[in-house]
């Protein structure tokens, strides 16, 4: 389970308690999003099935070659919403429950969330 020393112990506490109220459904799928200090991951999932829809990752070739020029971590958190928001919608999924995954809704979270909201995904 959450190990007493880990370095995430508050982080994985935080999503425990946010899981308990985010619940994700055919018509509105749960983006899970973990992110490392170099990479971005978000998973799209139906609890009511249990099944993860589909994946995205910054380390993809399709997004790797949009990003190349963008030089800030925070500009290719953005560019990724937009990539992943795009291809959600080729999913025909419109709205999406954002699982914060206990990290705070500031900076490349934020930047995720706000390229997805451009593309029109609504949450």
Excluded at 23 to 40: E, H, K, M, T
Excluded at 99 to 111: L, P, V
Aim: with cysteine.
């Amino acid at each position: 389970m959450i190990k007493k020393n880990s370095r995430n112990t508050a982080r994985k506490k935080k999503h425990i308690r946010i899981r308990k109220k985010l619940f994700g459904v055919s018509d509105r799928l749960r983006a899970c999003i973990f992110r490392s200090n170099n990479n971005i991951y978000i998973q799209l999932v139906n609890d009511e099935e249990g099944k993860v829809i589909t994946g995205f990752s910054t380390l993809s070739k399709e997004f790797l070659g949009l990003s190349k020029d963008l030089k800030s971590k925070k500009e290719r958190a953005k560019a990724f919403g937009k990539f992943v928001g795009a291809k959600v919608k080729e999913k025909n999924v419109s709205q999406i429950v954002f699982d914060r995954a206990g990290y705070k809704f500031h900076g490349k979270i934020k930047a995720v969330a706000d390229g997805m909201r451009e593309e029109g995904i609504k949450f």
